[in-house]
């Protein structure tokens, strides 16, 4: 290696950032933004993220490689403690943490896991975002801002927002900032960790908590059973079986005249065609697997 070139290799940074927050305060849709691609589902409803996803953000000089994590809440009910587990989990790989808080709607049970989990892993710098800014008015965010500093020690407090794209490039800067130098993780072309078939699971299980409401998006999963090259002008064929975990929620999930269904799966197999470039066939079962989120073996089963 010439000189040259190791000083450029040395200068790289690269890194993995936990985007940790409460349910809801954005972390998806800023995750989405930060990769360029839509690898991780959001919602209006809390809970969306269920999994560790990876997406990976590159740059001139860096790779910054974040992990999407559920939003972190107390819960009395087993499945969601398991997804909380998935959250923190996620900190041990980190050398950076992505804290996203909502601007707008602070939530302070959630903060304050967040808080300690922080002050339990010294030497991990943390970023906040506080995000949905175009929610507030100045005082109040300035307001925010303050009480914010005096929580914790952050190395950098930015105001962003991720649906209108406000000041993502000065969060970036702050991140790199604070990165390691180290070699890229991921090829140039990368964009997540996670399979294609897991991706369009999620943008099926997307469609359910957009359309269902109540106890449905919270009783839902989606697997994917099938997923060939159809060969029948080269499209692909994709089979998936949402479960559910009750006979009522099976009907609401197909809907009169199994127009419920019909809807999911339109507005599923757009986003799958535009993630995969190509045609796709889907053809969408609903199953009653009873109380699965109860039963951890069968949580497992489901990707859990
Ligand atoms: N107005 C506004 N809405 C936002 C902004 N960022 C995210 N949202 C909305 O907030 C909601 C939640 O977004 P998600 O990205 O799913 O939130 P999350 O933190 O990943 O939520 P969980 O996965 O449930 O923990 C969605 O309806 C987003 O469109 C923002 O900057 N401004
Ligand atoms: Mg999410």
Do not use: C
Not at 63 to 75: A, E, R
């Amino acid at each position: 290696m010439t000189e040259e070139q190791e000083n450029r290799q040395q200068k790289f940074k690269s890194g993995f950032t936990v985007i940790s927050g409460a349910p809801n305060a954005g972390k998806s849709t800023l995750l989405n933004l930060l990769v360029g691609e839509k690898i991780s589902i959001t919602s209006a409803k809390p809970q969306t993220t269920r999994n560790r996803i990876a997406g990976i953000a590159h740059g001139p000089g860096f790779q910054i490689v974040f992990l999407d994590t559920p939003g972190v809440h107390k819960s009395e009910r087993n499945f969601n403690r398991r997804i909380v587990d998935v959250a923190w989990d996620a900190f041990d790989e980190a050398d950076l943490v992505l804290m996203i808080a909502d601007a707008a709607r602070p939530d302070s049970a959630s903060e304050s896991l967040i808080m300690e989990k922080l002050r339990d892993k010294t030497g991990i710098p943390a970023v906040l975002a506080l995000n949905k800014i175009d929610l507030v008015e100045k005082p109040k965010l300035l307001e925010q801002i303050d009480r914010w500093s005096k929580k914790y020690e952050f190395a950098e407090i930015i105001p962003v927002s991720a649906t209108q794209g406000i000041q993502i490039p000065e969060l970036v800067d702050a991140m790199t900032g604070l990165l390691p130098e180290g070699p890229p993780y991921f090829p140039e072309d990368a964009i997540t960790d996670m399979p294609e078939r897991f991706i369009v699971a999620e943008m099926i299980r997307e469609k359910v908590f957009e359309n269902t409401g109540q106890e449905v998006p919270y009783s839902t999963a989606v697997t994917i059973e099938d997923f060939s090259e159809d060969g029948k002008n080269g499209r692909i064929s994709i089979h998936a079986a949402i479960h559910v975990e009750r006979n009522s929620q099976k009907g609401i999930v197909i809907g009169r005249h199994g127009q419920m269904l019909k809807s999911i799966g339109t507005a599923a197999r757009h986003d799958i065609e535009r993630l995969l470039g190509i045609g796709v066939f889907l053809k969408l079962f609903v199953r009653v697997e009873k109380n699965w989120s109860k039963n951890p073996k069968v949580i497992k089963k489901l990707g859990y």
